[in-house]
Protein backbone atom coordinates (compact mmCIF):
# COMPACT_ATOMS: atom_id res chain seq x y z
CA UNK A 1 0.00 0.00 0.00
CA UNK A 2 1.18 3.61 -0.94
CA UNK A 3 1.47 5.76 1.79
CA UNK A 4 1.20 9.88 0.89
CA UNK A 5 2.82 12.61 2.94
CA UNK A 6 0.98 15.67 3.94
CA UNK A 7 1.21 18.14 2.07
CA UNK A 8 2.94 20.11 4.30
CA UNK A 9 5.57 18.43 4.66
CA UNK A 10 7.02 18.72 1.09
CA UNK A 11 9.93 21.42 0.88
CA UNK A 12 9.74 20.98 -3.07
CA UNK A 13 7.26 22.21 -4.45
CA UNK A 14 5.89 20.85 -8.32
CA UNK A 15 4.39 23.51 -10.48
CA UNK A 16 2.95 20.73 -12.66
CA UNK A 17 0.70 19.18 -9.64
CA UNK A 18 -2.63 19.15 -9.95
CA UNK A 19 -3.10 18.14 -6.39
CA UNK A 20 -0.79 20.36 -4.81
CA UNK A 21 -3.57 22.94 -3.34
CA UNK A 22 -2.34 25.06 -0.48
CA UNK A 23 1.43 25.27 -2.20
CA UNK A 24 0.16 25.87 -6.08
CA UNK A 25 1.52 28.93 -7.27
CA UNK A 26 -1.36 31.19 -8.57
CA UNK A 27 -0.86 35.02 -10.39
CA UNK A 28 -2.47 36.58 -7.11
CA UNK A 29 0.36 34.72 -5.49
CA UNK A 30 2.96 35.54 -6.67
CA UNK A 31 1.70 39.51 -6.59
CA UNK A 32 1.99 38.77 -3.06
CA UNK A 33 5.50 37.86 -2.75
CA UNK A 34 8.54 39.86 -2.60
CA UNK A 35 10.85 40.77 -5.29
CA UNK A 36 13.39 38.55 -3.73
CA UNK A 37 11.14 35.74 -2.51
CA UNK A 38 11.17 32.62 -4.91
CA UNK A 39 8.12 30.93 -7.08
CA UNK A 40 9.24 27.50 -5.10
CA UNK A 41 9.70 28.65 -2.03
CA UNK A 42 8.10 27.54 1.40
CA UNK A 43 5.84 30.07 3.00
CA UNK A 44 7.24 31.10 6.47
CA UNK A 45 5.15 31.21 9.65
CA UNK A 46 3.17 28.81 9.08
CA UNK A 47 1.41 28.94 12.66
CA UNK A 48 0.69 32.95 12.22
CA UNK A 49 -1.00 31.64 8.58
CA UNK A 50 -3.33 29.33 10.16
CA UNK A 51 -4.10 31.92 13.03
CA UNK A 52 -4.86 34.65 11.01
CA UNK A 53 -6.88 31.84 8.66
CA UNK A 54 -8.98 31.30 11.97
CA UNK A 55 -9.56 35.56 13.01
CA UNK A 56 -10.74 35.80 8.84
CA UNK A 57 -12.99 33.06 8.77
CA UNK A 58 -14.53 34.49 11.99
CA UNK A 59 -14.77 37.70 10.88
CA UNK A 60 -16.50 36.44 7.63
CA UNK A 61 -19.15 34.54 9.26
CA UNK A 62 -20.24 37.39 11.35
CA UNK A 63 -20.28 40.03 8.98
CA UNK A 64 -21.58 38.16 5.83
CA UNK A 65 -25.10 39.20 6.39
CA UNK A 66 -24.86 42.78 6.61
CA UNK A 67 -22.21 43.15 3.80
CA UNK A 68 -23.99 41.24 1.27
CA UNK A 69 -26.78 43.43 2.06
CA UNK A 70 -25.16 46.72 1.76
CA UNK A 71 -23.45 45.16 -1.38
CA UNK A 72 -20.13 45.57 -0.51
CA UNK A 73 -17.31 44.17 -2.42
CA UNK A 74 -14.37 44.85 -1.00
CA UNK A 75 -11.79 41.97 -0.14
CA UNK A 76 -10.11 43.29 2.32
CA UNK A 77 -10.58 42.67 5.75
CA UNK A 78 -9.43 44.59 9.04
CA UNK A 79 -7.17 41.74 11.18
CA UNK A 80 -5.27 41.95 14.03
CA UNK A 81 -1.63 43.74 13.42
CA UNK A 82 -2.60 45.15 10.00
CA UNK A 83 -3.00 49.26 11.93
CA UNK A 84 0.11 48.95 13.39
CA UNK A 85 2.24 47.69 9.80
CA UNK A 86 0.51 50.38 8.02
CA UNK A 87 1.49 52.81 11.11
CA UNK A 88 5.33 51.46 10.02
CA UNK A 89 4.78 51.54 6.46
CA UNK A 90 5.37 47.94 6.06
CA UNK A 91 3.50 45.18 4.28
CA UNK A 92 0.92 43.69 6.74
CA UNK A 93 1.01 40.11 6.77
CA UNK A 94 -2.46 38.79 6.09
CA UNK A 95 -0.98 39.69 2.16
CA UNK A 96 1.24 36.91 2.22
CA UNK A 97 0.45 32.96 1.77
CA UNK A 98 -3.15 31.23 2.43
CA UNK A 99 -4.73 34.05 3.81
CA UNK A 100 -3.83 36.57 1.00
CA UNK A 101 -5.15 33.71 -1.15
CA UNK A 102 -8.36 33.54 1.29
CA UNK A 103 -8.95 37.36 1.49
CA UNK A 104 -8.74 37.54 -2.33
CA UNK A 105 -10.92 34.19 -3.39
CA UNK A 106 -11.24 35.23 -7.17
CA UNK A 107 -6.69 35.20 -7.72
CA UNK A 108 -7.69 39.05 -9.49
CA UNK A 109 -6.80 41.31 -7.37
CA UNK A 110 -3.66 42.90 -6.60
CA UNK A 111 -2.28 43.43 -3.08
CA UNK A 112 -1.64 46.92 -2.81
CA UNK A 113 -5.34 46.58 -2.90
CA UNK A 114 -5.77 46.78 0.07
CA UNK A 115 -4.44 50.18 1.17
CA UNK A 116 -7.17 51.60 -0.91
CA UNK A 117 -10.08 51.63 1.62
CA UNK A 118 -8.24 53.17 4.30
CA UNK A 119 -6.44 55.80 1.62
CA UNK A 120 -10.06 56.51 0.93
CA UNK A 121 -11.66 57.01 4.60
CA UNK A 122 -8.95 59.45 5.35
CA UNK A 123 -9.87 61.38 2.26
CA UNK A 124 -13.27 61.69 2.67
CA UNK A 125 -13.28 62.57 6.25
CA UNK A 126 -11.87 66.58 6.05
CA UNK A 127 -12.35 68.22 9.73
CA UNK A 128 -11.96 72.25 7.78
CA UNK A 129 -15.48 71.76 6.11
CA UNK A 130 -17.21 73.13 9.24
CA UNK A 131 -14.79 76.08 9.93
CA UNK A 132 -15.10 76.98 6.10
CA UNK A 133 -19.27 76.82 6.34
CA UNK A 134 -18.46 79.30 9.97
CA UNK A 135 -16.10 81.21 7.68
CA UNK A 136 -18.66 81.83 4.94
CA UNK A 137 -21.50 82.73 7.14
CA UNK A 138 -19.24 85.05 9.04
CA UNK A 139 -18.83 87.37 6.01
CA UNK A 140 -22.01 87.55 5.65
CA UNK A 141 -22.30 88.76 9.07
CA UNK A 142 -21.50 92.39 9.37
CA UNK A 143 -18.43 92.39 11.84
CA UNK A 144 -18.48 93.86 15.27
CA UNK A 145 -16.34 97.10 15.71
CA UNK A 146 -14.01 95.67 18.21
CA UNK A 147 -13.10 92.74 16.18
CA UNK A 148 -12.49 94.17 12.86
CA UNK A 149 -8.79 94.64 13.73
CA UNK A 150 -8.37 91.55 14.60
CA UNK A 151 -10.23 89.05 12.20
CA UNK A 152 -8.58 88.24 9.26
CA UNK A 153 -11.79 87.24 7.70
CA UNK A 154 -13.53 90.22 8.83
CA UNK A 155 -15.01 92.09 5.51
CA UNK A 156 -15.20 95.79 5.44
CA UNK A 157 -18.11 97.74 4.99
CA UNK A 158 -17.44 99.43 2.07
CA UNK A 159 -16.99 95.59 -0.36
CA UNK A 160 -21.15 95.56 0.08
CA UNK A 161 -21.55 98.74 -1.80
CA UNK A 162 -21.28 97.28 -5.10
CA UNK A 163 -24.12 94.47 -4.27
CA UNK A 164 -26.74 97.34 -3.81
CA UNK A 165 -26.02 99.42 -6.92
CA UNK A 166 -27.25 96.53 -8.91
CA UNK A 167 -30.84 99.21 -9.54
CA UNK A 168 -28.35 101.84 -10.64
CA UNK A 169 -26.46 99.66 -13.19
CA UNK A 170 -29.60 98.41 -14.64
CA UNK A 171 -30.89 101.96 -14.78
CA UNK A 172 -28.05 103.02 -16.63
CA UNK A 173 -28.11 100.53 -19.65
CA UNK A 174 -32.07 100.82 -20.15
CA UNK A 175 -31.54 104.45 -21.70
CA UNK A 176 -29.30 102.79 -24.17
CA UNK A 177 -31.30 99.99 -25.22
CA UNK A 178 -34.09 102.83 -25.40
CA UNK A 179 -31.68 105.01 -27.85
CA UNK A 180 -31.49 101.78 -30.25
CA UNK A 181 -35.24 101.34 -30.76
CA UNK A 182 -35.63 105.04 -31.69
CA UNK A 183 -35.90 105.97 -35.86
CA UNK A 184 -32.91 106.21 -37.16
CA UNK A 185 -33.63 108.08 -40.56
CA UNK A 186 -35.36 111.17 -40.88
CA UNK A 187 -38.24 111.44 -43.42
CA UNK A 188 -38.71 114.65 -45.26
CA UNK A 189 -42.94 116.26 -45.15
CA UNK A 190 -43.66 114.92 -48.79
CA UNK A 191 -42.11 111.19 -47.95
CA UNK A 192 -43.97 108.28 -46.23
CA UNK A 193 -42.21 106.23 -43.71
CA UNK A 194 -43.32 103.21 -45.56
CA UNK A 195 -41.40 100.72 -43.25
CA UNK A 196 -43.64 101.61 -40.02
CA UNK A 197 -45.94 99.17 -41.11
CA UNK A 198 -43.73 96.63 -41.37
CA UNK A 199 -42.66 96.61 -38.01
CA UNK A 200 -44.81 93.55 -36.60
CA UNK A 201 -43.09 91.65 -39.53
CA UNK A 202 -40.08 90.03 -38.55
CA UNK A 203 -39.79 88.70 -42.16
CA UNK A 204 -39.53 92.82 -43.64
CA UNK A 205 -36.68 93.54 -41.22
CA UNK A 206 -38.20 97.07 -40.79
CA UNK A 207 -35.25 97.48 -37.55
CA UNK A 208 -32.07 97.64 -40.13
CA UNK A 209 -33.62 97.40 -43.72
CA UNK A 210 -32.13 100.87 -44.05
CA UNK A 211 -28.84 100.11 -43.32
CA UNK A 212 -28.94 96.98 -45.56
CA UNK A 213 -29.54 98.93 -48.48
CA UNK A 214 -27.18 101.66 -47.82
CA UNK A 215 -24.37 98.31 -47.65
CA UNK A 216 -25.93 96.76 -51.12
CA UNK A 217 -24.63 100.20 -52.74
CA UNK A 218 -21.97 99.86 -51.05
CA UNK A 219 -21.59 96.18 -52.37
CA UNK A 220 -22.15 96.90 -55.87
CA UNK A 221 -19.27 99.16 -57.08
CA UNK A 222 -16.84 96.42 -55.93
CA UNK A 223 -19.21 93.54 -57.91
CA UNK A 224 -19.46 95.60 -61.10
CA UNK A 225 -17.60 94.62 -64.05
CA UNK A 226 -15.25 96.43 -66.53
CA UNK A 227 -17.19 98.29 -68.97
CA UNK A 228 -14.44 97.58 -72.10
CA UNK A 229 -13.42 94.54 -70.98
CA UNK A 230 -14.47 93.08 -74.81
CA UNK A 231 -11.33 95.40 -75.84
CA UNK A 232 -8.59 92.55 -74.11
CA UNK A 233 -10.30 89.57 -75.57
CA UNK A 234 -8.82 88.68 -79.04
CA UNK A 235 -11.96 86.12 -80.59
CA UNK A 236 -15.38 87.65 -78.71
CA UNK A 237 -17.15 90.27 -79.42
CA UNK A 238 -20.25 91.95 -77.70
CA UNK A 239 -22.09 90.59 -80.31
CA UNK A 240 -21.52 86.77 -79.16
CA UNK A 241 -21.75 87.92 -75.42
CA UNK A 242 -25.30 89.03 -76.81
CA UNK A 243 -26.13 85.30 -78.36
CA UNK A 244 -24.98 83.75 -75.38
CA UNK A 245 -26.92 85.72 -72.56
CA UNK A 246 -29.64 85.02 -75.00
CA UNK A 247 -29.51 81.34 -75.24
CA UNK A 248 -28.83 81.17 -71.34
CA UNK A 249 -32.26 83.11 -70.96
CA UNK A 250 -33.76 80.28 -72.35
CA UNK A 251 -32.00 77.57 -70.51
CA UNK A 252 -33.15 79.79 -67.64
CA UNK A 253 -36.41 79.34 -68.18
CA UNK A 254 -36.53 75.46 -69.32
CA UNK A 255 -35.18 74.76 -65.74
CA UNK A 256 -37.64 76.93 -64.07
CA UNK A 257 -34.75 78.78 -61.98
CA UNK A 258 -35.25 82.27 -60.29
CA UNK A 259 -34.58 85.61 -61.50
CA UNK A 260 -32.14 86.12 -58.92
CA UNK A 261 -30.09 82.56 -60.70
CA UNK A 262 -29.83 84.31 -63.89
CA UNK A 263 -28.29 88.00 -62.98
CA UNK A 264 -25.78 86.32 -61.01
CA UNK A 265 -24.72 84.41 -63.62
CA UNK A 266 -24.72 87.37 -66.13
CA UNK A 267 -22.44 89.12 -63.36
CA UNK A 268 -20.03 86.30 -63.31
CA UNK A 269 -19.63 85.80 -67.08
CA UNK A 270 -18.93 89.71 -67.03
CA UNK A 271 -16.73 89.83 -64.54
CA UNK A 272 -14.64 86.59 -65.38
CA UNK A 273 -14.36 87.87 -68.85
CA UNK A 274 -12.64 91.20 -66.90
CA UNK A 275 -10.22 89.12 -65.84
CA UNK A 276 -9.63 85.97 -68.12
CA UNK A 277 -8.84 86.03 -72.03
CA UNK A 278 -10.96 83.68 -72.86
CA UNK A 279 -11.15 81.70 -76.73
CA UNK A 280 -14.07 80.97 -78.30
CA UNK A 281 -15.08 77.74 -78.68
CA UNK A 282 -14.39 77.99 -75.00
CA UNK A 283 -17.22 80.46 -74.36
CA UNK A 284 -20.12 78.73 -73.76
CA UNK A 285 -18.29 76.64 -71.24
CA UNK A 286 -18.19 79.69 -69.39
CA UNK A 287 -21.70 80.19 -69.72
CA UNK A 288 -22.76 77.06 -68.75
CA UNK A 289 -20.42 77.17 -65.64
CA UNK A 290 -21.79 80.47 -64.48
CA UNK A 291 -25.24 79.49 -64.51
CA UNK A 292 -24.17 76.03 -62.48
CA UNK A 293 -22.48 78.08 -59.85
CA UNK A 294 -25.60 80.88 -59.57
CA UNK A 295 -28.43 77.98 -59.18
CA UNK A 296 -25.78 76.47 -56.60
CA UNK A 297 -25.77 79.91 -54.52
CA UNK A 298 -29.59 81.23 -55.29
CA UNK A 299 -31.67 77.92 -55.79
CA UNK A 300 -32.97 75.93 -52.85
CA UNK A 301 -32.56 72.71 -55.58
CA UNK A 302 -30.06 73.69 -58.18
CA UNK A 303 -30.06 70.96 -60.97
CA UNK A 304 -27.73 68.51 -61.81
CA UNK A 305 -24.52 69.38 -63.60
CA UNK A 306 -25.61 66.49 -66.06
CA UNK A 307 -28.75 68.77 -67.12
CA UNK A 308 -26.26 71.47 -67.80
CA UNK A 309 -24.21 69.02 -69.89
CA UNK A 310 -26.90 67.74 -71.61
CA UNK A 311 -28.62 72.01 -72.50
CA UNK A 312 -25.43 72.10 -74.34
CA UNK A 313 -25.63 69.60 -76.29
CA UNK A 314 -23.21 67.20 -74.91
CA UNK A 315 -20.42 69.50 -76.22
CA UNK A 316 -18.50 69.53 -72.89
CA UNK A 317 -18.28 66.42 -70.25
CA UNK A 318 -19.32 66.59 -66.60
CA UNK A 319 -15.43 66.67 -65.76
CA UNK A 320 -14.98 69.87 -67.59
CA UNK A 321 -18.07 71.85 -66.16
CA UNK A 322 -16.60 70.99 -62.83
CA UNK A 323 -12.92 71.80 -63.58
CA UNK A 324 -14.49 74.94 -65.19
CA UNK A 325 -16.58 75.66 -62.23
CA UNK A 326 -13.02 75.31 -59.71
CA UNK A 327 -10.69 78.14 -62.10
CA UNK A 328 -14.27 80.59 -62.39
CA UNK A 329 -14.56 80.28 -58.41
CA UNK A 330 -10.68 81.11 -58.18
CA UNK A 331 -10.57 83.89 -61.10
CA UNK A 332 -13.56 85.71 -58.76
CA UNK A 333 -11.72 84.54 -55.39
CA UNK A 334 -15.21 82.90 -54.60
CA UNK A 335 -16.39 86.18 -54.19
CA UNK A 336 -20.33 86.37 -55.22
CA UNK A 337 -21.86 89.13 -53.22
CA UNK A 338 -23.50 89.89 -56.19
CA UNK A 339 -26.22 92.69 -54.98
CA UNK A 340 -29.07 91.68 -57.31
CA UNK A 341 -31.07 94.12 -59.06
CA UNK A 342 -34.26 92.58 -57.75
CA UNK A 343 -33.61 93.27 -54.24
CA UNK A 344 -33.52 97.16 -55.50
CA UNK A 345 -36.63 96.66 -58.16
CA UNK A 346 -38.65 94.93 -54.96
CA UNK A 347 -37.81 97.91 -52.80
CA UNK A 348 -38.96 100.34 -55.24
CA UNK A 349 -42.27 98.24 -55.63
CA UNK A 350 -42.93 98.73 -52.13
CA UNK A 351 -43.49 102.71 -52.98
CA UNK A 352 -45.49 101.60 -55.72
CA UNK A 353 -47.85 99.68 -53.77
CA UNK A 354 -46.65 96.41 -55.22
CA UNK A 355 -48.60 97.04 -58.32
CA UNK A 356 -47.96 93.63 -60.53
CA UNK A 357 -48.13 95.34 -63.68
CA UNK A 358 -45.71 97.64 -63.31
CA UNK A 359 -43.70 94.94 -61.84
CA UNK A 360 -43.54 92.97 -64.47
CA UNK A 361 -43.17 95.49 -67.18
CA UNK A 362 -39.75 96.46 -64.67
CA UNK A 363 -38.46 92.95 -64.87
CA UNK A 364 -38.52 93.42 -68.59
CA UNK A 365 -36.86 96.10 -68.76
CA UNK A 366 -34.56 94.98 -65.93
CA UNK A 367 -33.44 91.80 -67.58
CA UNK A 368 -32.23 94.22 -70.88
CA UNK A 369 -29.32 95.42 -68.81
CA UNK A 370 -28.27 91.54 -69.03
CA UNK A 371 -28.48 91.18 -72.72
CA UNK A 372 -27.18 95.03 -73.97
CA UNK A 373 -23.33 95.28 -73.12
CA UNK A 374 -24.12 99.30 -72.46
CA UNK A 375 -25.77 98.81 -69.36
CA UNK A 376 -22.23 97.75 -67.55
CA UNK A 377 -20.82 100.96 -67.55
CA UNK A 378 -23.77 101.80 -64.58
CA UNK A 379 -24.95 99.82 -61.37
CA UNK A 380 -27.60 97.25 -60.32
CA UNK A 381 -30.12 99.95 -58.55
CA UNK A 382 -29.78 103.08 -60.98
CA UNK A 383 -31.13 99.77 -63.81
CA UNK A 384 -33.83 99.12 -61.71
CA UNK A 385 -35.04 103.01 -60.95
CA UNK A 386 -34.77 103.41 -64.76
CA UNK A 387 -36.99 100.42 -64.90
CA UNK A 388 -39.60 101.25 -62.29
CA UNK A 389 -39.80 104.31 -64.14
CA UNK A 390 -40.11 103.85 -67.20
CA UNK A 391 -42.81 101.04 -66.58
CA UNK A 392 -44.91 103.75 -64.50
CA UNK A 393 -44.22 106.01 -67.53
CA UNK A 394 -45.71 103.46 -69.56
CA UNK A 395 -49.07 102.86 -68.17
CA UNK A 396 -49.70 105.79 -66.77
CA UNK A 397 -48.87 105.75 -63.11
CA UNK A 398 -47.95 109.45 -62.57
CA UNK A 399 -45.03 111.37 -61.74
CA UNK A 400 -42.03 110.33 -60.08
CA UNK A 401 -42.53 111.89 -56.43
CA UNK A 402 -40.56 112.11 -53.70
CA UNK A 403 -41.81 108.89 -51.91
CA UNK A 404 -40.06 106.87 -55.30
CA UNK A 405 -37.14 109.07 -55.47
CA UNK A 406 -36.14 108.45 -51.74
CA UNK A 407 -37.04 104.77 -52.02
CA UNK A 408 -35.47 104.17 -55.27
CA UNK A 409 -32.17 106.60 -54.16
CA UNK A 410 -32.03 108.58 -57.47
CA UNK A 411 -34.08 111.83 -58.70
CA UNK A 412 -35.86 111.56 -62.40
CA UNK A 413 -32.77 113.59 -63.44
CA UNK A 414 -30.61 110.54 -62.43
CA UNK A 415 -32.13 108.06 -64.23
CA UNK A 416 -32.33 110.01 -67.94
CA UNK A 417 -28.87 108.37 -68.90
CA UNK A 418 -30.19 104.87 -68.21
CA UNK A 419 -33.87 105.71 -69.68
CA UNK A 420 -32.42 106.40 -72.59
CA UNK A 421 -30.60 103.11 -73.21
CA UNK A 422 -33.45 101.36 -72.55
CA UNK A 423 -35.93 103.06 -75.30
CA UNK A 424 -33.67 103.15 -77.77
CA UNK A 425 -33.12 99.51 -77.67
CA UNK A 426 -36.88 98.59 -77.46
CA UNK A 427 -37.12 100.78 -80.35
CA UNK A 428 -34.47 98.89 -82.58
CA UNK A 429 -34.89 95.38 -84.26
CA UNK A 430 -35.44 92.84 -82.28
CA UNK A 431 -31.69 91.47 -81.43
CA UNK A 432 -32.60 88.52 -79.13
CA UNK A 433 -35.62 86.30 -80.18
CA UNK A 434 -35.66 84.23 -77.15
CA UNK A 435 -36.17 87.06 -74.60
CA UNK A 436 -38.52 88.60 -76.66
CA UNK A 437 -40.58 85.51 -76.52
CA UNK A 438 -40.50 84.37 -73.36
CA UNK A 439 -42.34 88.02 -72.14
CA UNK A 440 -44.45 88.31 -74.90
CA UNK A 441 -46.78 85.16 -73.45
CA UNK A 442 -49.77 86.06 -71.11
CA UNK A 443 -48.18 85.25 -67.73
CA UNK A 444 -45.24 88.07 -68.68
CA UNK A 445 -48.92 90.25 -69.55
CA UNK A 446 -47.09 90.37 -72.86
CA UNK A 447 -44.86 92.86 -71.80
CA UNK A 448 -42.15 92.81 -75.04
CA UNK A 449 -44.79 93.64 -76.98
CA UNK A 450 -46.50 96.36 -75.13
CA UNK A 451 -43.13 98.05 -74.89
CA UNK A 452 -42.00 97.82 -78.22
CA UNK A 453 -45.08 99.40 -79.53
CA UNK A 454 -44.86 102.05 -76.87
CA UNK A 455 -41.10 102.66 -77.94
CA UNK A 456 -41.66 102.97 -81.77
CA UNK A 457 -44.80 105.30 -80.89
CA UNK A 458 -42.28 107.44 -78.33
CA UNK A 459 -39.36 107.73 -81.11
CA UNK A 460 -41.50 108.70 -84.65
CA UNK A 461 -43.19 111.74 -81.65
CA UNK A 462 -40.15 112.79 -79.54
CA UNK A 463 -37.35 111.16 -81.84
CA UNK A 464 -34.72 109.05 -80.74
CA UNK A 465 -33.26 110.36 -77.40
CA UNK A 466 -29.60 108.72 -77.93
CA UNK A 467 -29.75 110.82 -81.13
CA UNK A 468 -31.01 114.01 -80.04
CA UNK A 469 -30.81 115.31 -76.92
CA UNK A 470 -32.36 118.03 -76.89
CA UNK A 471 -35.59 116.12 -76.89
CA UNK A 472 -38.36 116.21 -74.51
CA UNK A 473 -37.92 114.18 -71.51
CA UNK A 474 -40.61 111.62 -71.66
CA UNK A 475 -42.07 112.72 -68.11
CA UNK A 476 -43.61 115.82 -69.73
CA UNK A 477 -45.47 114.46 -72.35
Request: with cysteine; charged share 30%; hydrophobic share 40%.
Amino acid sequence: MVTTRPTRQRAVTNENDENAGPTRMTRAKAAGLGAAAHAGDVPKKTLATKKSTATLNGATRATRTTRAALGDVSNTLKVEGVGAAAKEGKKPAATKGAVAKAARPTGVQKASQADKPRAMSTKTTNKRLPPVETNVAAKKMKPHADDTEDDENAVPEEQEKPVKSKKEVTAKVEPVVDAKLEPVEVFPDDVQDLDKEDVDDPLMVAEYVVEIFEYLKELEIATMANPDYMDSQNELEWKMRGILVDWLLEVHTRFRLLPETLFLAVNIIDRFLSTKIVQLDRLQLVGVTAMFIASKYEEVLSPHVQNFRHVADDGFTEEEILSAERFVLSALNYDLSYPNPMNFLRRISKADNYDIQTRTLGKYLLEIGCLDHRFLAHPPSQVAAAAMYLARLVLERGPWDATLAHYSGYSEEEIQPVLQLMIDYLAGPVLHEAFFKKYASKKFLKASIVLRKWAKEYVVEYGNPLQEETSQPPSKR
